[in-house]
């Protein structure tokens, strides 16, 4: 494990002040974001990220896929556009998955797995520790009920059962990855730190595979216990999206496959001749009084099912962005109180 000097953006500028409502609950924005290869992948992608950042002014965002390209810090570039826009930032390093906040980072680390990051973040008097996570992308064992091999993503025979299909997922290094996170997060936990995790899974969650859904998205029958979901769920985290919107069948919320108009429809499906959507973005939680208000999509209403572009008519809200979508992932807002 090792341990980071945190970095601050803009220090010199006055530090934001806590929201808080009457009776002193607190509440913090935070948006999950994948930002596809250091926002090379679309043209002003970059940008993008900016304008929408700053349109909806999260408390804190959660980046995957920070790269770092040609030694420039993305996190830092972020901050700094941000603050032409009159807007503090601070930020932390990362390798992959990148953390901005509108707190001072206090503290931070990769943990071993340089797609887990940890950031504490001084909000008030008090301090919550976020994780920004990008678990393995490979054994992408979902895929598999669709007719695809989740490590050649070429068509294969649908398996036979739902174990076949948890020996791929469980062969991945997700599972170590979360178990990970919460071994560092308890300690968080115990010194009386709200956690909170945003990031790609990579692997659906538990909840969006159940016998209500298993005739919907191409599921082929399937109900599949996800092991990464779960381990956290039985850890006593809390899926926001899903304690706000149980239904994964009125509000499926899903992150994947962004319909970038940006780009063409060969870079973004994986799994041309099946639905392939599912939600694999997520914001987790767990500490004291901590709960989700408010939950949104952020990204095209659009979708990419069978190789078309497909217009979602689910009960999710889509806020859908100003122009430029950065991203083959559809971003998650959530507002969590305490």
Not at 95 to 118: A, F, M
Not at 144 to 156: A, S
């Amino acid at each position: 494990m090792k341990t980071f000097t945190f970095w601050i953006c803009l220090l010199w500028l006055p530090v934001v002040l806590l929201r808080a409502e009457d009776g002193g609950t607190r509440q913090l924005r935070v948006l999950q974001l994948n930002v596809w290869q250091d926002a090379t992948q679309v043209e002003g992608a970059f940008q993008a990220i900016v304008n929408e950042v700053a349109t909806h002014r999260p408390d804190v965002v959660t980046m995957c896929e920070v790269r770092n390209y040609n030694g420039v810090d993305f996190t830092q570039r972020l901050c700094r556009s941000l603050y032409e826009k009159g807007l503090q930032y601070y930020t932390c390093p990362s390798k992959d998955g990148g953390i901005i906040s509108l707190y001072p980072i206090v503290e931070s680390q990769g943990l071993d797995s340089v797609s887990i990051n940890r950031a504490v973040l001084q909000v008030g008097e008090e301090q919550v520790a976020v994780y920004s996570v990008h678990l393995d992308y490979t054994h992408y064992a979902c895929y598999l009920p669709r007719g695809y091999d989740g490590v050649t993503w070429k068509e294969c025979a649908i398996p036979a059962s739902v174990t076949e299909v948890l020996a791929q997922n469980n062969a991945s290094r997700r599972p170590r990855e979360i178990r990970k996170l919460m071994d560092r997060a308890e300690k968080d936990l115990a010194q009386g730190l709200r956690v909170i995790i945003g990031g790609d899974f990579n692997e659906p969650s538990w909840m969006d595979w159940l016998p209500d859904t298993k005739n919907l998205y191409d599921h082929q029958g399937f109900v599949v216990p996800w092991t990464t979901t779960r381990l956290l769920h039985e850890a006593g985290y809390q899926d926001a999206y899903r304690v706000l919107y149980p239904s994964a069948v009125t509000h499926p919320g899903f992150t994947w496959v962004a319909g970038n108009k940006g780009v063409g429809i060969n870079k973004l499906a994986w799994a041309p001749k099946s639905d392939e959507r599912d939600r694999i973005d997520f914001i987790f939680y767990k500490g004291e009084g901590i709960r989700p208000v408010k939950a949104a999509i952020l990204g095209p209403r659009t979708s990419i099912v069978r190789g078309k572009w497909t217009e979602e008519t689910s009960q999710d809200i889509i806020i859908e962005p100003q122009g430029v979508w950065p991203s083959d992932h559809k971003g998650v807002l959530i507002t969590l109180q305490w």
